[in-house]
């Protein structure tokens, strides 16, 4: 009888869920599971390892182009920076003097093949409007140089077209464009608004302040202008007509030719150059700043920006 009960109970056992138990490593015991405790499956970390991926890539993406809108924006403020100084260089080249000054004083380190070379890639960019070749320009203004440019060894930060500068890990270009042009007004006291002529590309020049004397004169002769000033006709009066269009010289005031009064302006235009990005291998960037300068041999002012 006995064998027969520790049979049953035995098969009664055999019969309930058979339980595995584990040892718990930290007090070195071996203990039951709960009941319904389950572990992960493989397909389910896999899952959460992509889910994981996934997250850490994008925010890695967005941390990169963070960095780089910040950097760029690092390197417009400074190209901002450095075109306010290089306009303060002209300011402080010109100051104290008068007008009729201004032309030596800012080209006095200018030579032809860099002055040229300046216009020509601002014109690129479409800061400047030139038209035509060197010697018969038409648009904004006329390129200008001095006759014998200066030597600027042992001369410290010298007013040039153009120069590099490294700020920041990031190389600029400061090119500084100065050209010739000309305020035309009616000497019965009209506006200067009356259309000069034909401009490049075919436009109008009605609304334009300033242009180069081959754009603003309807045939760009020069034969028979006056100085206002009978000081400066008695004084410069035998240069003006080769001067109001020549390379290296400018007119020392304001001038009558036919119905108009024609008053001699420098337009200086500097122009930061640089390629955006952290490697410095990105889209070339240009900032610009433009002002005129009146020289008149009576003023020594900042007249436009």
Same mark, same amino acid.
């Given at each position: 009888?006995?064998?027969?009960?520790?049979?049953?109970?035995?098969?009664?056992?055999?019969?309930?869920?058979?339980?595995?138990?584990?040892?718990?490593?930290?007090?070195?015991?071996?203990?039951?599971?709960?009941?319904?405790?389950?572990?992960?499956?493989?397909?389910?970390?896999?899952?959460?390892?992509?889910?994981?991926?996934?997250?850490?890539?994008?925010?890695?993406?967005?941390? $990169?182009?963070?960095?780089?809108?910040?950097?760029?924006?690092?390197?417009?403020?400074?190209?901002?920076?450095?075109?306010?100084?290089?306009?303060?260089?002209?300011?402080?080249?010109?100051?104290?003097?008068?007008?009729?000054?201004?032309?030596?004083?800012?080209?006095?380190?200018?030579?032809?093949?860099?002055?040229?070379?300046?216009?020509?890639?601002?014109?690129?960019?479409?800061?400047?409007? $030139?038209?035509?070749?060197?010697?018969?320009?038409?648009?904004?203004?006329?390129?200008?140089?001095?006759?014998?440019?200066?030597?600027?060894?042992?001369?410290?930060?010298?007013?040039?077209?153009?120069?590099?500068?490294?700020?920041?890990?990031?190389?600029?270009?400061?090119?500084?464009? $100065?050209?010739?042009?000309?305020?035309?007004?009616?000497?019965?006291?009209?506006?200067?608004?009356?259309?000069?002529?034909?401009?490049?590309?075919?436009?109008?020049?009605?609304?334009?302040?300033?242009?180069?004397?081959?754009?603003?004169?309807?045939?760009?002769?020069?034969?028979?202008?006056?100085?206002?000033?009978?000081?400066?006709?008695?004084?410069?009066?035998?240069?003006?007509?080769?001067?109001?269009?020549?390379?290296?010289?400018?007119?020392?005031?304001?001038?009558?030719?036919?119905?108009? $009064?024609?008053?001699?302006?420098?337009?200086?235009?500097?122009?930061?150059?640089?390629?955006?990005?952290?490697?410095?291998?990105?889209?070339?960037?240009?900032?610009?700043?433009?002002?005129?300068?009146?020289?008149?041999?009576?003023?020594?002012?900042?007249?436009?920006?």
């Amino acid at each position: 009888m006995v064998d027969m009960r520790i049979s049953a109970d035995c098969t009664e056992m055999e019969a309930e869920d058979t339980v595995i138990p584990s040892k718990d490593a930290r007090r070195g015991e071996w203990r039951l599971p709960r009941r319904g405790q389950k572990g992960f499956t493989i397909v389910e970390v896999l899952v959460a390892l992509l889910i994981l991926l996934a997250t850490a890539t994008m925010t890695a993406q967005l941390s $990169i182009q963070a960095i780089h809108t910040s950097y760029s924006q690092q390197q417009r403020s400074t190209a901002m920076t450095l075109s306010l100084a290089g306009m303060e260089q002209v300011r402080s080249t010109v100051r104290g003097i008068s007008g009729s000054e201004y032309f030596a004083s800012l080209t006095k380190y200018y030579d032809e093949s860099s002055s040229e070379s300046v216009a020509k890639k601002l014109n690129e960019y479409g800061v400047l409007q $030139i038209d035509g070749d060197f010697s018969d320009l038409k648009g904004d203004m006329s390129v200008v140089y001095a006759e014998s440019a200066a030597d600027t060894s042992g001369v410290s930060d010298p007013l040039v077209p153009s120069t590099v500068l490294n700020k920041n890990g990031t190389d600029y270009t400061i090119n500084t464009a $100065i050209g010739k042009c000309y305020r035309r007004q009616d000497k019965n006291g009209g506006t200067s608004t009356t259309s000069p002529g034909t401009l490049p590309g075919g436009g109008s020049g009605a609304n334009i302040v300033c242009l180069a004397w081959n754009s603003i004169s309807e045939n760009a002769a020069t034969v028979g202008a006056t100085y206002l000033d009978p000081d400066l006709q008695s004084a410069y009066g035998n240069t003006l007509e080769t001067d109001i269009k020549s390379a290296t010289a400018c007119p020392k005031g304001a001038f009558l030719l036919g119905n108009y $009064i024609y008053s001699p302006m420098l337009r200086v235009t500097v122009a930061i150059e640089w390629k955006s990005g952290v490697t410095r291998s990105g889209k070339p960037q240009l900032y610009a700043t433009t002002e005129y300068l009146d020289s008149q041999a009576d003023t020594s002012l900042v007249i436009a920006s």
